[in-house]
């Protein structure tokens, strides 16, 4: 069949529409603060509302959303969310380059948190907001999120869920898909009320509890302050986020399946143990690591910031207590390690997932003992059940071009003269959309010294690791784009 | 008691012969004429010719007067259908065997229960767990539980140059020390001997003891013998049984090693299995056994549907130093064969689920029986009843019928191995050791 371009432009420009409603939102923030930004917002909606409507209104839809077609819309909105999103900090002047606005719209959407910000504070309340909103909708997918309100997205959906929802295989808890998403979203909204709730409790203002519950549920960690977490001080504070960062990290349909009472669920997923353990062992190894290096003056120190800072990094948040730049390399390396590895599939975070290691660790397992037994038939199983062989082949083949990117796009920045360390995190940092890396690109440091190409790559590891490299890749691919046509517009004949 | 039976396979031609020298009124239902017209001449039975799930020929069997309904057909359906009839009829029991698990499961609507069937048998299940109940023990050939498990009958095979030799069982006792334990019956040259005090004990003897559990392994070292839970065990053949099995000893930690040709059947082993390793080959294949290690293994299970593979495949584990064979094979004449061949135990899943019903059918004063494979003597299990004339009598006061040993006796959960100073009381459950054509007069004495 042929690609549908005309479907394509029509839900690319009804995303378009959508977003430009969410960019109405900061608005109130702008006129209660009275930061005077409301006009931008005004302005990039309008341009959002334009350019939407006009690309909806002029194409003509098909009747149907193949595979085909959903790739190319979830990764071209992606791409134009972020472009839209770039315009308020633009516009204000706030950033001047549109290449910096536009990384730091796309570090939010994906929920990278890397920034080109040295002083965060200086963007003003109404941006700040808008910078943790972009994370928020990206978290659990704008695009997941659209299908549960919008019925234009009705057809054809479970093409565009696929596209945007991360992990190896997607649980589908209705047998509506516009129903799944809003379970999925549902679930979100409530963690995400529940943690300003207490974040206020534990003394933040509502402005500063409604963005960090923001960038906490969508492992995000774009923090309105410069010094992240560690602004406050305040160790309540920290354990609470570092709760809600351990629940982000987790398949958000095993809460649901919590929330409705199946307590057996999250009992018997070997991922979400395997999640766990994976925590708690770092985070001991750190603390150990801390303590004997005597990076802090007591233990209680040393296990405070070591869990905040491995589960912040596992899941990818990269909210910040403590400057792990200055930590002895061992921490530093296991951290860098960390970044690889994510939460649950299902959850908000990035990197290559939990379920796809421990499946990969299983397949590994498996091949040594064939290697004793060269007879014996084996399966790999997850919660019992057997994992289809083109499972893994699929994990296999995520985990090859995984490895390629990770190192085509390591190349390129550090061509640049960008050094080794600052070069390599930096993409590790952005493909597994963690957000501070280590150097030049530190907790403490920002994005915007690099050159503007590494930059561009940079950007684009981000939507990469964000859409789990084939929605994004497969645009890249000459044959996707062999039999391609002009849309039918709405003026045509026939 | 009048009994009706469809289906004349092996199984209920066992029963048939069983219950009939027992002297019950057996009627048998079959589709076919040969299998009947065999079953008539072997047996002192009524046979009738036609489908067991006819109303018509049941009623032609009279089986509203009938006190126990078996349904032992190939066809499970026909088995429930037969089974629910009779209930309609009025018969008392009922007894019906099923293949297929999936009737089985608690979660159905259709479980026993609605269906009124007393007794599923499930011939797979009941040969899985007659070879993990004689798979606990690496040198026993025959393990039965009895008074639910407290007391064990264990057979034993006596090698040449076992210190026991040559010794009569009354110096026997002497040697016995703290434990208690009687040797109820011996195997010589395929005749059961029931023996007495003076009777010897020779090189390539069965014999039969009847002990507490938790004395065996005293007992066991006395007899200069080592049972040992096998630790890798070997399953030839994948099907229902070998898939139980290896489940079952898995769970306890043993190293599994499956063995099925089938290739798709091995995708579905692998998947449901965890730790065992399920290999992919013919089970005749000399070198690849031997390069898994089969001669290394305590003890090597050959369930696959060929009796051939299953014997085949056991004298080449045994031949290569396997510890011990268990051997599924389906014509039950060969057991005594085997045995001169080298295999430890030699199991017919139909004599196993026909000695499981027959298990059930006696149940009430006889609690539970098992025949001796590969001879002709007979455990039963009877309760003495308060109004029974010897109660509250020693036992050298009774005089019990010879080629009987009385080999144990439950009171109040308490086990008593038995001397001639035991005193009898109501309510006491005897384990009795007799020769089959002595049956009658037992139960004679304990109803007199």
């Keep these: 069949m042929r690609l549908g371009t005309g479907t394509i432009g029509a839900l ?3 995303l378009l529409i959508f977003l430009s409603v969410a960019l109405l939102i900061p608005i109130a923030f702008s006129i209660y603060y009275d930061d005077g930004n409301w006009r931008f917002f005004v302005i990039s909606s309008a341009i959002g509302f334009v350019l939407g409507g006009g690309l909806s209104w002029s194409c003509v839809s098909e009747p149907e959303i193949g595979h085909r077609e959903g790739f190319a819309i979830v990764g071209f909105s992606w791409l134009a969310a972020a472009a839209l999103g770039a315009l308020p900090y633009y516009l204000s002047g706030a950033i001047p380059s549109y290449l910096n606005a536009y990384f730091e719209s796309m570090s939010g959407f994906t929920t990278t948190g890397a920034t080109i910000l040295e002083r965060v504070e200086a963007l003003g309340p109404s941006l700040l907001f808008w910078r943790a909103f972009t994370q928020w909708l990206g978290g659990m997918g704008f ?30 808890l209705a047998p509506r898909i516009q ?42 960690g774009f923090s309105p302050r410069t010094d992240s977490i560690a602004a ?11 709760v809600f960062i351990i629940l982000a990290g987790i398949n958000f349909s095993l809460h649901y399946r919590l929330l409705t009472g199946n307590w057996k669920a999250f009992g018997r997923s070997e991922e979400l143990r395997f999640y766990l353990g994976i925590g708690i062992v770092t985070t001991i190894f750190v603390m150990l690591a801390n303590i004997h290096f005597a990076t802090y003056d007591s233990w209680l120190d040393s296990l405070r910031y070591s869990t905040f800072q491995v589960w912040t990094i596992l899941t990818g948040t990269g909210f910040h207590t403590a400057d792990f730049d200055q930590w002895a390399p061992a921490c530093k390396i296991t951290l860098v390690t960390l970044m690889f590895l994510g939460g649950m599939a299902g959850s908000t975070t990035g990197g290559i997932k939990q379920a796809r290691i421990l499946m990969f660790w299983k397949f590994t397992r498996i091949q040594i003992r064939k290697l004793i037994h060269p007879r014996a038939v084996v399966s790999i199983k997850l919660d019992n059940r057997k994992v289809p062989a083109e499972v893994i082949q ?3 083949g995520y985990l090859s071009l995984y490895a390629v990117v990770f190192v085509f796009a390591t190349l390129i920045v550090t061509g640049q003269g960008v050094d080794i360390v600052t070069g390599t995190v930096s993409v590790i940092a952005t493909l597994n959309n963690i957000g501070p890396g280590l150097a030049g690109v530190g907790p403490c440091q920002n994005y915007a010294g690099l050159p503007d190409l590494s930059k561009a790559v940079l950007i684009m590891c981000m939507v990469v690791g964000r859409l789990e490299l084939y929605t994004i890749i497969i645009l890249f691919v000459p044959s996707y784009w062999k039999d391609v046509r002009c849309p039918r517009w709405r003026w045509s004949k026939t | 008691m009048r009994v009706v039976v469809i289906g004349a396979g092996e199984v209920g031609r066992h029963i048939c012969q069983q219950l009939s020298v027992e002297n019950h009124e057996v009627i048998l239902i079959d589709r076919d004429a040969d299998r009947l017209k065999r079953a008539k001449r072997d047996l ?50 009922r007894v019906a065997r099923v293949r297929n698990v999936e009737y089985f499961s608690g979660a159905s609507p259709l479980n026993e229960h609605r269906l009124g069937i007393d007794l599923l048998i499930n011939p797979d299940q009941v040969m899985a767990q007659e070879i993990l109940r004689i798979s606990e023990m690496s040198e026993a050939f025959e393990v039965v539980d009895f008074a639910h498990g407290e007391v064990v009958l264990v057979g034993y095979q006596i090698k040449e140059g076992n210190p026991v030799c040559g010794i009569t069982l009354a110096d026997q006792k002497d040697l016995r020390g703290l434990y208690d334990f009687v040797i109820v019956a011996i195997v010589r040259d395929e005749e059961t001997i029931i023996p007495g005090g003076s009777d010897l004990i020779r090189a390539e003897d069965r014999i039969y003891l009847v002990v507490r559990r938790r004395d065996m392994a ?40 499956l063995v099925e040709t089938d290739s798709i059947r091995c995708e579905h082993l692998a998947e449901h299995l965890s730790s065992a390793v399920v ?27 060929g009796d051939t593979t299953n014997i085949l495949s056991s004298l080449l584990a045994k031949y290569h130093g396997a510890k011990k064979c268990i051997t599924r094979i389906s014509r039950p004449d060969f057991i005594p064969l085997l045995g001169k061949l080298g295999i430890d135990v030699a199991l017919s899943p139909r004599l196993v689920a026909a000695n499981m019903i027959l298990r059930f059918v006696r149940r009430g004063a006889i609690l539970s029986v098992a025949t001796l494979l590969g001879s002709d003597a007979e455990v039963v299990e009877l309760v003495v009843s308060e109004r029974w004339a010897h109660v509250d009598k020693p036992l050298r006061s009774i005089g019990f019928p010879a080629d009987t040993n009385l080999g144990a006796v439950v009171r109040q959960g308490k086990v008593i191995i038995p001397s001639g100073d035991t005193v009898l009381k109501a309510g006491d459950r005897l384990i009795i050791f007799s020769m089959k054509k002595a049956i009658p007069t037992v139960e004679q004495l304990l109803t007199s």
């Excluded at chain 2, 099907?239 to 930690?253: D, H, M, P, S, T």
């Excluded at chain 2, 000399?286 to 089969?294: P, T």
Aim: net charge negative.
């Design chain 1, 232 to 242: 406050f001080q305040n160790p309540w504070i920290d354990l609470i986020i570092i």
């Design chain 1, 12 to 14: 690319l420009g009804w």
């Design chain 1, 143 to 172: 695009i997941v999120l659209s299908l549960a309100i919008l019925p234009i997205l009705g057809i054809g959906g479970m093409q565009l869920f696929r596209a945007e929802m991360p992990g190896p295989t997607k649980d589908r």
């Design chain 2, 218 to 257: 005293a007992v066991e070292e006395l007899f200069n013998l080592w049972s040992m839970a096998p630790k890798k065990v070997f399953i030839i053949g994948g099907g229902q049984v070998g898939f139980r099995v290896a489940k079952a000893l898995e769970q306890r930690k043993v190293d599994v090693a």
């Design chain 1, 394 to 396: 699929s994990i296999l």
């Design chain 2, 279 to 305: 290999l992919n080959f013919d089970g005749l294949d000399a070198h690849d056994l031997l390069s898994e290690g089969i001669d290394t293994a305590d003890l090597v299970v050959a369930v696959t549907d």
């Design chain 2, 44 to 93: 002192n039975i009524l046979a009738i010719e036609g489908n067991g799930a006819s109303a018509q020929i049941l009623e032609q069997a009279n089986i509203t007067k009938a006190d126990l309904f078996i349904a032992v057909t190939d066809i499970d359906e026909v088995n429930l259908i037969a089974c629910i009839m009779a209930k309609e009829y009025g018969v008392l029991r």
């Design chain 1, 179 to 220: 129903d799944t998403a809003r379970i999925l979203w549902s679930v979100y909204v409530l963690f995400t009320a529940v943690e300003t709730g207490l974040l206020m409790l534990a003394g933040m203002s509502f402005f500063d509890a409604i963005c960090h519950a923001f960038c906490t549920l969508a492992t995000g």
